[in-house]
C-alpha cells in the first residue's frame, strides 16, 4: 500500500492513493490553510471509521442480513497538549433493514471491533480508548 502527499500551497495537500483516489486535505485559516478540505486528523477518523463500517457491512451481507443503510457515527477527544493524539473515540452505527437481528448486528459490530478493523485495532493497540454501540432502525 503507498500514497503521495503533495503540498499545493499555505496548508493545503492533495493526498492520492496508491489506487489512484484523490482528496485535498487543508487546515483552518488561523493556520494557513483555506478550509478547503478535512483536517489531517479529520482524515484518520474517518478512515478509521470506513474501515469498521465496511467490516460491519459485509460481516452482515454475508450473513445475509437485510441492510437496507448503515451509519457509522463518530465522537473522538484528544489530548490538550501536543502531540494533540486522540485519547477515546466512541463509533455508533445505526443499522437500518427490514426485521434485521439484534445478534446479527451486535456480532457484527464485535467481530469489526475485536477481529478484523485494522485501523480501530492498531489506534487501540497505541492506548486510544475505543467503544462502540449500534441501534436498528426498521425499514
Known amino acids: 500500500m503507498q500514497a503521495t502527499v ?4 499555505g496548508r493545503q495537500f492533495v493526498a ?4 489512484g483516489h484523490s482528496v485535498v486535505i ?5 493556520h494557513g490553510g483555506r478550509n478547503t ?3 489531517p486528523m479529520e482524515m484518520l477518523l474517518m478512515g478509521m471509521g470506513a474501515c469498521t463500517a465496511f ?8 450473513s445475509r442480513a437485510p441492510v437496507s443503510d448503515c451509519v457509522a457515527h463518530i465522537e473522538a477527544e484528544r489530548a490538550d497538549a501536543v502531540p494533540a493524539v486522540f485519547t477515546r473515540i466512541h463509533v455508533h452505527f445505526t443499522v437500518s433493514g427490514n426485521g434485521l437481528k ?4 451486535q456480532r457484527a459490530v464485535e467481530l469489526s ?12 493497540q497505541g492506548g486510544v480508548e475505543i467503544s462502540h454501540s449500534f441501534s436498528i432502525v426498521d425499514a
Open 26 to 30: 487543508d487546515g483552518p485559516p488561523d
Open 16 to 19: 492520492e492513493s496508491g489506487s
Open 102 to 105: 439484534e445478534k446479527q448486528v
Open 55 to 62: 467490516d460491519v457491512m459485509e460481516i452482515l451481507e454475508k
Open 6 to 9: 503533495k503540498w499545493t500551497d
Open 113 to 124: 471491533a475485536d477481529k478484523y478493523c485494522s485501523a480501530s485495532i492498531m489506534l487501540a
Open 37 to 39: 478540505g478535512p483536517r
